[in-house]
Each structure stands twice: as structure tokens, then as C-alpha cells.
């Protein structure tokens, strides 16, 4: 079965780092595109960026260049999602996701989702 | 406010069929055939069920159709079923520095 798992819920403080993280398995890891979705509480989806696993290339929405970091370990078939200082604005649940082979938009196969809170 | 305008919320009863638009513009929705639709249940992960403007991942039903004209597609359910209540989110292809955009989705009530 393909599917993605992502790493459990984190409750943090502002100014705190914190990496998430998204393990695949049921396929050929490096050769698909992972991207990160931002969901809000009670909001819409927001496309973060993406990592292709084979080299590490990235991309990075324009709204979340500089503020987040993609890496990721092929050894173990898992992406990362990094912060280097949290807001309370982080708070929201996060996606990785699948992008469909040879596609530039589609992604095919979703996480579960990560539950970022951040609070002082 | 999200690149894509979809509107709030649309309802309809079992049986019937609805449609949720989604508005772009030539550097996103209107330039390029990379339209797909996604279903969400409350507390779930997105699913795929509509992507390439048309077609359908293996899997999902056919009561499902993508379409598009312009700077707008459309994603159109017919014979409305109870489990179709969901958010529906359409997101497309925008160019290579923006990527990818989402609408702001829409909330589908089966009355």
C-alpha cells in the first residue's frame, strides 16, 4: 500500500524550532515530489512548497520562502518540515503530500497530517 | 485571500446534482489544463478526485466531473449522496515561480 505517515502532534512555544516529519512507503521514494500544505484552523489549504527526494531540489512558495525549510533523508524515505522559530501563527496542521508522477500540481497521496500549536 | 475564488458554500438534496466554480486568471487556471479538485472531510486529509482539468483517479466515482472554460473550471457532482458532504478544494498549476495555488474552498451540505 502507498502511503504517507507523518510524525505526531507537537506543542511548542514561540521562538522554539521544531522539525516534522513524513515517512513514505509502497513506492519508489526519491522519484516523486513531496509537497507541504498549510491548513489553518477553520481555513483553506495553502501550497508551502515542495522537495524532490532524488537530489534534494526544493521549491518554495513565495509566501514561505525564508520562514521554512524542506529536507530530506532518502536513507529512510522520509521528508522533513523545519522551523527554525515558531510563531503563534504557525499554529495549524500540515500535510505532506505525494506530487503524481510527470504532474506539476496533482498530488495523489496525502499524510494524516501533523497538528503544529504554538503557544506561550 | 486565496488565489483562486470558489465560492463558500453550495447545497443541494440527494439525487440532485450541483457545481462548484473556481475563478482564476490567464496566469493560472486560465493558462494552463492543470485544474484538480479536492474532497475533505472534517478532521481528514484531502482527497484527490478530479486532476488535468478531467480526469478521475482510479477509484473515484464517475458522479465526479471536471471542467473548464476560460479563467474558470468547474467541478460539477451529480445524484448527490449523503457521504458528498464535504469542503472541495480546486487548485491549479500557476507558472513557475507560484506553482501551485488552492481556492479557498467551498463547504457542500447534502440537505
Known amino acids: 500500500e502507498v502511503q504517507l505517515v507523518q510524525s505526531g502532534a507537537e506543542v511548542k512555544k514561540p521562538g522554539e524550532s521544531l522539525r516534522i516529519s513524513c515517512q513514505g512507503s509502497?513506492?519508489?521514494?526519491?522519484?516523486?515530489?513531496i509537497g507541504w500544505v498549510r491548513q489553518m484552523p477553520g481555513k483553506g489549504l495553502e501550497w508551502m512548497g515542495s522537495?524532490?527526494?532524488?537530489?534534494?531540489?526544493?521549491r518554495y512558495s513565495p509566501s514561505f520562502q525564508g520562514r521554512v525549510t524542506f529536507s530530506v533523508d532518502k536513507s529512510i524515505s522520509t521528508a522533513y518540515l523545519q522551523w527554525s522559530r515558531l510563531k503563534t501563527s504557525d499554529t495549524a496542521t500540515y500535510y505532506c503530500?505525494?506530487?503524481?508522477?510527470?504532474?506539476?500540481?496533482?498530488?495523489?497521496?496525502w499524510g494524516q497530517g501533523t497538528m503544529v500549536t504554538v503557544s506561550s | 485571500q486565496s488565489a483562486l475564488t470558489q465560492p463558500a458554500s453550495v447545497s443541494g438534496s440527494p439525487g440532485q446534482s450541483i457545481t462548484i466554480s473556481c475563478t482564476g486568471t490567464d496566469s493560472d487556471v486560465g493558462g494552463y489544463n492543470y485544474v484538480s479538485w479536492y474532497q475533505q472531510h472534517p478532521g481528514k486529509a484531502p482527497k484527490l478526485i478530479v486532476y488535468?482539468?478531467?480526469s478521475r483517479p482510479s477509484g473515484v466515482s464517475d458522479r465526479f466531473f471536471g471542467s473548464k472554460s476560460g479563467t474558470t473550471a468547474s467541478l460539477t457532482i451529480s445524484r448527490l449522496q449523503a457521504e458528498d458532504e464535504a469542503y472541495y478544494y480546486c487548485?491549479?498549476?500557476?507558472?513557475?515561480?507560484?506553482?501551485?495555488?488552492f481556492g479557498g474552498g467551498t463547504r457542500l451540505t447534502v440537505l
Open positions: 488535468d482539468v478531467t
Open positions: 509502497g513506492y519508489v521514494f526519491p522519484r516523486y515530489w
Open positions: 503530500a505525494r506530487r503524481k508522477y510527470e504532474s506539476l500540481n496533482v498530488f495523489d497521496i
Open positions: 487548485s491549479s498549476y500557476a507558472g513557475s515561480i507560484a506553482l501551485v495555488v
Open positions: 522537495v524532490y527526494p532524488g537530489d534534494s531540489d526544493t
